[in-house]
């Protein structure tokens, strides 16, 4: 036996059809694309939504570091529509540096149970104070406390300095309002383009790429 970086234990394992586990969307019509592609992801959160799973508005968010580097994380959407989808994190964290720099993202869904992705490219811009003030208010308070006790992505010595931070801001706002912090706040991923895969039987699956123009949308079907 050599000792190759290639001598590695592959792994394997038999899947699980989503319709065996009990899970059997309303199929899109590939065939037949639906025109609004912005419905069609609505009607997929819907379903996602049907789950039992902790969070089905959960995403991935790919950005692009100065030097050019990828990183990944999740997000939690918060909000979609025609203009974007929103989601909300602190503006001085690995990923907001990132975006400052480089304004786009790719952002996945996978919903495993139901044997589907999304993904959806697009120019990032940030949302309006408005429009954070009005989602953070909604948060609980312990929430926004956090949003001021973490220096999302900086270094920490250990949980017993972050717990300090949380209490000198409890201490802070103590019997007032929890205002927002000004680096916390919302993104908005344009639409650019919006993918749309669906697993099928023995690899045949379906893929389906909305990409916008001045015109509308055009649709195309990719090879799996
Ligand atoms: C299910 C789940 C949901 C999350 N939702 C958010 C979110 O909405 N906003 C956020 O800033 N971080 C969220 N996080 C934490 C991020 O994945 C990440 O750790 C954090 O934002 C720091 O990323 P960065 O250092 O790349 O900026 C979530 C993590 C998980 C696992």
Request: glycine share 0%; net charge neutral.
């Given at each position: 036996m050599s000792d190759s970086i290639d001598d590695f234990p592959f792994i394997r394992f038999e899947k699980r059809p989503a319709v065996e586990l009990g899970f059997q969307p309303i199929p899109m019509n590939f065939e037949n694309p639906p025109k609004d592609p912005v419905a069609e992801v609505l009607r997929w959160l819907d379903e996602a939504f049907?789950?039992?799973?902790?969070?089905?508005?959960a995403m991935s968010i790919a950005t692009i570091n100065a030097d050019g580097t990828p990183s990944l994380r999740i997000v939690l959407l918060r909000g979609f529509d025609k203009h974007g989808a929103v989601f909300f994190t602190n503006r001085l964290s690995r990923k907001g540096l990132a975006l400052s720099h480089s304004p786009q993202a790719a952002l996945l869904f996978h919903w495993d149970h139901l044997d589907r992705q999304i993904r959806i490219e697009g120019k990032v811009t940030a949302t309006s104070d408005a429009h954070s003030d009005a989602y953070f208010f909604g948060r609980p308070r312990m929430n926004r406390i956090g949003a001021w006790a973490s220096d999302q992505s900086r270094p920490l010595a250990d949980r017993a300095s972050f717990e300090s931070r949380i209490r000198e801001v409890e201490n802070r706002f103590e019997g007032k309002e929890v205002p927002r912090p000004p680096h916390w706040g919302g993104y908005r991923v344009a639409l650019d383009s919006i993918e749309f895969w669906q697993g099928d039987t023995h690899r045949l699956h379906e893929r389906i790429v909305y990409r916008k123009s001045s015109a509308g949308w055009n649709i195309g079907r990719l090879f799996p």
């Open positions: 049907q789950l039992p799973i902790p969070n089905p508005n």
